[in-house]
Every structure is written in C-alpha cells, then in structure tokens.
Nanobody
Framework: VQLQAFGGGLVQAGGSLRLSCAAS????????MGWFRQAPGKEREFVAY?????????SYAEPVKGRFTISRDNAKKTVYLKMDSLKPEDTAVYYC???????????????WGQGTQVTVSS
C-alpha cells in the first residue's frame, strides 16, 4: 500500500492550496480517508475525514471548518484537501491516511502518506 501526498508549498496568509493524496495497492473506495497535520513541537492532529465510497459523511476539525474542503475521486484513487483563507497557524506537515472507521484519532488509521509541507507566511 502506498499513499503519496503532494501539493504543499509556501503561500501568503489568505491564500489557497490544494493537497492531493494518490493511493495504490488498496481498494481505495472502501477506505475512510483522512488528513492530519503536525506542526513543529506539536502532536499530530486531525484535520478532516471523508467516509468510504460515496463520501457522504465528512467531518472537519473546528479550526478549519468553513475554510478547508475534503473530497475524493475513487476512479483516480485520490483524496483532496482544498485549503482556503490560509492562516500562519495552518503551517504544518500535512499527512493523508486510510482507515476503516470514521475516526478523528490518528491511531485508528492503517496507512499513512509521507507528508507534504505547508507553510503560510504572515
């Protein structure tokens, strides 16, 4: 199983980025897909998840509600995280993950991508 996250970069506050996570080696549609982030010196924290198959159930962490949008394309085996109105406190390494339950805890996920750095300047 491989999850490959990309799309990070340096952006000014108020800007936007779209992260992508391409999966291989698993039945992508059957997995809950999540995004987590980890800032320097902090624990990894939940950002968003989208349920399996149709993705009809979505959850966001409070700090990103209304600014981030998670989506999935099962045909492309890819999950996305569109990030708008970015703030300096969004600076972190962002990780995608695949799991079998709709969970906000990192331990519940089975597979992880390598992470992509997002830096938001003020």
């Amino acid at each position: 199983v491989q999850l490959q996250a990309f799309g990070g970069g340096l952006v000014q506050a108020g800007g936007s980025l779209r992260l992508s996570c391409a999966a291989s080696g698993l039945t992508f549609g059957s997995y809950v897909m999540g995004w987590f982030r980890q800032a320097p010196g902090k624990e990894r924290e939940f950002v968003a998840y989208i349920s399996s198959w149709s993705g009809g159930i979505i959850s966001y962490a409070e700090p990103v509600k209304g600014r981030f949008t998670i989506s999935r394309d099962n045909a492309k085996k890819t999950v996305y995280l569109k990030m708008d109105s970015l703030k300096p406190e969004d600076t972190a390494v962002y990780y995608c993950a695949a799991g079998s339950g709709r969970q906000v805890v990192a331990a519940a996920y089975d597979y992880w991508g390598q992470g992509t750095q997002v830096t938001v300047s003020s």
